[in-house]
């Protein structure tokens, strides 16, 4: 606890922390997690969320790269909620490099808490960039579309940006 003292954290945060009984790795994860940019109160809730599923926090890491890859603190917590963090950091910090929304992400998320199937983050990028928007991408994932209809999608889009139509030459006049 003298670590997170020192970077200053607040008495009523370290007071939470010590009821949870953190030990010197959850402190490091702590840190990490801080130094990224996670509120003190967001730092006490993952550990919070630890404990109630009898876990100890380490995650920090992951938290850091999710922030680093621009996602909001609101929208991490959604994930650890969702007992998504572990499974899905990675792909989803590769959703979010891409320009997937937070959005699209947590539908992603919401749907593999239940079990779905659900395209991967390279394929959504994919249609993202043939032209639907985040809010279109977040009805298509809870829609449940498939690898089959995301190909109709994207080969549609590449035959109509394809140039599929008479193009008049002129040839040079002597």
């Known amino acids: 606890?003298?670590?997170l003292?020192?970077?200053?954290?607040?008495?009523e945060s370290l007071d939470q922390l010590q009821k949870y009984h953190v030990n010197d790795e959850e402190?490091?994860?702590?840190?990490i997690a801080g130094r990224a940019g996670m509120t003190e109160q967001g730092c006490v809730e993952l550990v919070g969320i630890a404990?109630?599923?009898q876990r100890v926090f380490g995650e920090g890491d992951a938290v850091a790269n999710l922030l680093g890859a621009g996602m909001n603190e609101k929208s991490v917590m959604q994930l650890v909620r969702l007992d998504q963090l572990t499974l899905f950091a990675g792909e989803a910090a590769a959703m979010r490099l891409a320009g997937l929304s937070d959005d699209v992400i947590l539908e992603v998320a919401r749907q593999r808490s239940k079990g779905e199937t659900?395209?991967?983050?390279?394929?959504?990028?994919?249609?993202?960039d043939s032209g639907l928007s985040n809010a279109q991408l977040v009805a298509a994932v809870d829609r449940g579309i498939t690898d089959k209809q995301a190909d109709?999608?994207?080969?549609?889009?590449?035959?109509?940006v394809g140039g599929h139509r008479f193009v008049r030459q002129q040839g040079r006049r002597h």
């Open 118 to 128: 659900v395209l991967a983050g390279s394929r959504l990028a994919e249609l993202r």
């Open 27 to 31: 402190v490091r994860q702590i840190l």
């Open 5 to 11: 003292d020192a970077v200053g954290m607040h008495p």
């Open 51 to 53: 404990r109630s599923r």
């Open 1 to 3: 606890m003298t670590q």
């Open 152 to 160: 109709d999608i994207i080969a549609r889009h590449n035959y109509a």
